[in-house]
């Protein structure tokens, strides 16, 4: 377990010169799109809402809880921040997830020579914006009450001392299910299964989490944290979990 936060890093390190290699280039395309305009976005409606939006919620505290300000103001634009950021993550990483699944299928086969029977066609491209969707849809659903539980947490006192804590922590263990689930996804593993072998690794899934958040917070290279991080994703379960889950989708398709 103490080597797991040093195969996260070790996964970026060489996901790099993997990503700008001929074959895969051209996947860099869509995410720099897709994270130009969630980042114009993102500053748009921070810019104009996300002061007047925690104001607001500051107004229903009570009045002896005023010596607090400072402390709330701090936990409450880190959760709206958060829920700005995964709001409009959600629609970018539908928009992109076609082609990210297809980047982390030729990671795959350039890697093992797994050989995925998709092609790159609109009638591909819509199967894989399909299923994309239903899991964007599963990792809300994942996300929203973990998420509220934790903001509860945030008014509950001393314990909301740590709750920042706490949110930064889930947050990047989100992270890491939003890269990591490319790979499992493409080799038919379910969701659930997915969360339970990562659960496994929390320093490793951790770690990733951490390294994708600080690569957002650094301009220009914001623009490739996503094909970055999905590269890195896939060369940790070639590693990782491959292996155990060899054949699981041709098994799946036997039953069906």
């Not at 994270?35 to 996300?50: P, Q, R």
């Not at 990591?180 to 990733?208: G, H, I, Q």
Request: glycine residues 4%; aromatic residues 14%.
């Amino acid at each position: 377990m103490i080597t797991h936060p040093f195969l996260a890093a070790g996964s970026f390190i060489k996901a790099l010169p993997l990503l700008f290699s001929k074959r895969l280039r051209l996947f860099l395309l869509a995410p720099i799109l897709a994270n130009i305009v969630l980042m114009a976005l993102l500053y748009m409606v921070a810019l104009n809402y996300m002061s007047t939006a925690v104001d607001g919620m500051m107004g229903y505290m009570p009045e002896w809880l005023s010596f607090l300000n400072w402390l709330f103001y701090l936990i409450l634009n880190i959760v709206v921040g958060i829920l700005l950021f995964y709001s409009f993550s959600v629609g970018v990483n539908i928009l992109a997830a076609p082609f990210m699944a297809f980047l982390a299928e030729k990671v795959e086969e350039q890697q093992t020579g797994k050989v995925f029977d998709e092609a790159i066609t609109a009638k591909s491209l819509m199967l894989i914006a399909g299923r994309s969707i239903k899991r964007e849809l599963q990792k809300l659903m994942y996300f929203l009450p973990r998420f509220l539980g934790l903001l509860l947490l945030s008014f509950v006192p001393l314990v909301n001392a740590v709750s920042p804590v706490l949110l930064l922590l889930f947050s990047a263990w989100m992270l890491a299910l939003q890269y990591m689930d490319y790979s499992f996804d493409n080799n038919k593993v379910s969701f659930s299964e997915m969360r339970a072998s990562l659960r496994e690794r929390p320093l490793l899934c951790w770690t990733f989490g951490f390294i994708v958040m600080v690569g957002i917070t650094i301009p220009l290279l914001n623009l490739f944290v996503m094909p970055i991080a999905v590269v890195a994703a896939t060369l940790l379960w070639i590693k990782l979990y491959s292996k155990r889950f060899v054949n699981f989708s041709d098994l799946l398709s036997q039953t069906k």
